[in-house]
């Protein structure tokens, strides 16, 4: 079992950064891979970025390669997301996810075992 909790969204203008932490609790986080997924409103949920368990693996959705940067700290039991150069577009709440594999979690959310229960990003224009 691993509980996950997110913290660091808030409200920022277009081009500036905020970084995302989910904090898990639970023996088995480093056997895990993890990940980011967003849900705007009345849109569906959508894979942002994973990370594998070693973190040699990361995968981005397209629209935020090159903005975002995924990493972990297995000894913190932590995840991140640090976002930069921020668009309107990417206004959601953003949950953390865990699942048996990158590849698994960048199928979408039916590769997610386990949730967090998501902090809202919301970025001016």
């Known amino acids: 079992q691993v509980q996950l909790v997110e913290s660091g969204g808030g409200l920022v203008q277009t081009g500036g950064s905020l970084r995302l932490s989910c904090a898990a609790s639970g023996r088995t986080f480093s056997r895990y891979a993890m990940g980011w997924f967003r849900q705007a409103p009345g849109k569906e949920r959508e894979f942002v970025a994973a990370?594998?368990?070693?973190?040699?693996?990361?995968y981005y959705t397209d629209s935020v390669n090159g903005r975002f940067t995924i990493s972990r700290d297995n000894a913190k039991k932590t995840v991140y997301l640090q976002m930069n150069s921020l668009k309107p577009e990417d206004t959601a709440v953003y949950y953390c996810?865990?699942?048996?594999?990158?590849?698994?979690?960048?199928w979408g959310p039916g590769g997610v075992d386990y949730w967090g229960k998501g902090t809202l990003v919301t970025v001016s224009s």
């Open positions: 996810a865990a699942g048996p594999g990158a590849i698994n979690l960048r």
């Open positions: 990370i594998s368990w070693s973190g040699g693996t990361t």
